[in-house]
């Protein structure tokens, strides 16, 4: 490969959640710290511990070189990066400039769409299990999440239960939808006939769509993200969809967001609601890094990394199977986690749920405590390291923590 993919890069001092969160319990799930012997293998917090493509830092450099950071407009490139890299990647057709919008943060656009389009004690629907921030989301905005639970088909694949989604809808008197493609932390990137199905019920029943799609970039072999405002003319005019390069290219720590929200009324909504605090402003270093991620080393960088966590997801979800009994998991569709089900094993050994989390953390292996995400006996597993990392974290569950 022309990118490093195998370095093991230290991280400790540089201010990385991933590895300084560890031990210590500021959002309450951090994984405990490891035994002595032991160093932590972050399977967490979802960002990757690879270096970034190289031509982000390259673009900050040149414009730090300068030395004047004051106000400034985002440049043309900056919605010219956008409108080329989803039209390419994802098939958007007629996006425009006055279609995109700076965020800070998918939580950031979600709290402001959610703002705009319901009053504390309205009922949003989601899907279960459900990420860990939009349940946080909710708590902080007064309203009330109702929760329709994905079910696995005879394949092991993560399914939308389409009666119980318009049922729970009609029941509860939702108006607003919480959407997340691909699925974190299912792994799903839903197919065509999946969203035209959601679709036709979330118009049927008079819902608005907001529409997390951050893992966009982030799918494998035989599978396509398909834009939500993509789906069909209905979708296109009733959905707020958010993006970000901060998956794809681990920038989290830049915080670079964007809506793409094609209807004037609620793109119009959304906006005076994210600037009504005056502080929803881009950062100038984050707009060259994403004017150096969208680029084409950028869309090169991707495409080499896309094997490898292709390749990272496989060896996870195979050695589960075949190794650890009772212990269920779906290959990623996208994305770089995998939701590891206990519940068998559990039963089966007698061991509960937090003495198997803990006996991984114990020996590094810094996995994230599944009840977050409401799966009532699962881990999440975070796999975009080195390879040579997710190998010795599973030789560690082998040796300590399942006992293959």
Same mark, same amino acid.
């Given at each position: 490969?022309k990118?490093?993919?195998?370095?093991i890069?230290d991280?400790?001092g540089?201010?990385?959640?991933a590895?300084?969160?560890?031990?210590?319990?500021?959002?309450?799930s951090?994984?405990?710290?490891?035994?002595?012997g032991?160093?932590?293998i972050s399977m967490?917090?979802a960002?990757?511990n690879f270096?970034?493509c190289?031509?982000?830092?390259k673009a900050i450099?040149?414009?730090a070189?300068?030395?004047?950071?004051?106000?400034?407009?985002?440049r043309e490139e900056?919605?010219?990066?956008?409108?080329?890299?989803?039209t390419k990647r994802d098939?958007?057709?007629?996006?425009?400039?006055?279609?995109i919008g700076y965020?800070?943060?998918v939580?950031?656009?979600?709290?402001s769409a959610?703002k705009?389009?319901?009053v504390?004690g309205?009922?949003?629907?989601l899907?279960s299990?459900t990420y860990?921030?939009?349940i946080?989301d909710m708590e902080l905005?007064?309203?009330?999440?109702?929760?329709?639970?994905l079910v696995?088909d005879e394949?092991g694949?993560w399914?939308?239960?389409?009666?119980?989604?318009?049922?729970k809808?009609r029941?509860?008197n939702?108006h607003?939808?919480?959407?997340c493609?691909?699925?974190?932390?299912?792994?799903?990137?839903?197919?065509?006939w999946?969203?035209e199905k959601a679709?036709?019920?979330?118009?049927e029943?008079?819902c608005?769509?907001?529409s997390d799609?951050?893992?966009a970039?982030?799918?494998?072999?035989?599978h396509?993200?398909?834009?939500?405002?993509?789906?069909?003319?209905?979708?296109?005019e009733?959905?707020?969809?958010i993006?970000?390069?901060?998956k794809?290219?681990?920038?989290?720590g830049?915080v670079?967001?964007y809506?793409?929200?094609?209807n004037?009324y609620l793109r119009?909504?959304v906006?005076?609601?994210s600037?009504?605090t005056n502080?929803?402003? /881009? *950062? !100038?270093? +984050?707009?060259?890094?994403l004017l150096?991620a969208?680029?084409?080393?950028?869309t $090169?960088? =991707?495409?080499e990394?896309?094997q490898v966590?292709?390749?990272n997801c496989?060896y996870?979800?195979?050695?589960i199977?075949?190794?650890?009994?009772g212990?269920h998991?779906a290959?990623p569709?996208g994305?770089?986690?995998?939701?590891?089900?206990?519940t068998?094993?559990c039963k089966?050994t007698?061991?509960?749920?937090?003495?198997?989390l803990?006996a991984?953390?114990d020996?590094g292996?810094?996995?994230?405590?599944g009840?977050?995400?409401?799966?009532?006996?699962h881990?999440? /597993? *975070? !796999?975009? +390291?080195p390879?040579?990392?997710?190998?010795?974290?599973?030789a560690?569950l082998? $040796?300590? =923590?399942?006992h293959v």
């Amino acid at each position: 490969m022309k990118y490093d993919f195998t370095s093991i890069i230290d991280r400790r001092g540089f201010d990385a959640t991933a590895i300084e969160g560890i031990g210590h319990k500021r959002w309450g799930s951090e994984p405990d710290a490891p035994k002595e012997g032991f160093d932590p293998i972050s399977m967490w917090v979802a960002d990757m511990n690879f270096a970034t493509c190289p031509a982000i830092p390259k673009a900050i450099i040149k414009r730090a070189e300068h030395p004047l950071f004051g106000y400034f407009f985002p440049r043309e490139e900056y919605y010219q990066s956008i409108i080329d890299w989803r039209t390419k990647r994802d098939g958007f057709v007629g996006l425009e400039k006055e279609y995109i919008g700076y965020e800070n943060g998918v939580h950031g656009c979600i709290s402001s769409a959610v703002k705009t389009f319901s009053v504390p004690g309205d009922k949003i629907l989601l899907h279960s299990p459900t990420y860990v921030g939009f349940i946080g989301d909710m708590e902080l905005l007064g309203r009330t999440p109702v929760y329709s639970p994905l079910v696995l088909d005879e394949n092991g694949i993560w399914r939308m239960d389409y009666e119980d989604m318009e049922k729970k809808i009609r029941e509860n008197n939702v108006h607003l939808v919480i959407f997340c493609s691909p699925h974190n932390p299912a792994g799903r990137v839903w197919e065509r006939w999946e969203l035209e199905k959601a679709m036709k019920i979330f118009e049927e029943n008079e819902c608005l769509v907001i529409s997390d799609e951050i893992w966009a970039d982030i799918t494998y072999t035989g599978h396509k993200h398909i834009p939500t405002l993509m789906v069909n003319d209905w979708a296109r005019e009733h959905t707020v969809a958010i993006y970000a390069p901060s998956k794809t290219f681990n920038l989290a720590g830049l915080v670079g967001s964007y809506h793409i929200i094609y209807n004037k009324y609620l793109r119009d909504r959304v906006c005076a609601q994210s600037g009504s605090t005056n502080y929803n402003e /881009m *950062n !100038v270093l +984050s707009m060259h890094a994403l004017l150096g991620a969208y680029s084409e080393e950028g869309t $090169e960088w =991707v495409s080499e990394l896309l094997q490898v966590l292709e390749g990272n997801c496989r060896y996870a979800y195979e050695h589960i199977r075949d190794c650890y009994e009772g212990v269920h998991a779906a290959m990623p569709q996208g994305t770089y986690m995998l939701f590891l089900d206990l519940t068998e094993n559990c039963k089966r050994t007698g061991r509960t749920q937090d003495e198997i989390l803990k006996a991984g953390w114990d020996v590094g292996v810094s996995w994230q405590e599944g009840r977050g995400f409401r799966g009532p006996c699962h881990i999440r /597993m *975070n !796999v975009a +390291s080195p390879f040579s990392r997710i190998q010795e974290a599973f030789a560690r569950l082998d $040796e300590y =923590v399942f006992h293959v």
